[in-house]
């Protein structure tokens, strides 16, 4: 594995919400909050887990500005 490829998982697992990106079988698997994948490339499983972090980001800030703004009854 190139010297970038394992800065650039270093570096993923040393975000606020971390990304742990793996070699095992000649695949890269991914894990990110509960989120989970894998991809025969380094680029696709790192744009995958991305993609899953930001949506869940979305998520997150939808369900807050709905209960920011009363639309959802507190149980």
Do not use: F
């Amino acid at each position: 594995m190139a010297s970038i490829e394992q800065d650039l998982m270093v570096m993923l697992q040393h975000l606020p919400i971390p990304i742990t990106i793996t070699w095992q079988s000649n695949r890269y698997y991914w894990k990110c909050i509960d989120g989970h994948g894998s991809s025969n490339d380094l680029v696709e499983a790192t744009g995958q887990s991305l993609n899953y972090l930001i949506a869940s980001l979305k998520t997150d800030l939808g369900r807050l500005s709905e209960n920011k703004s009363g639309s959802i009854a507190q149980k």
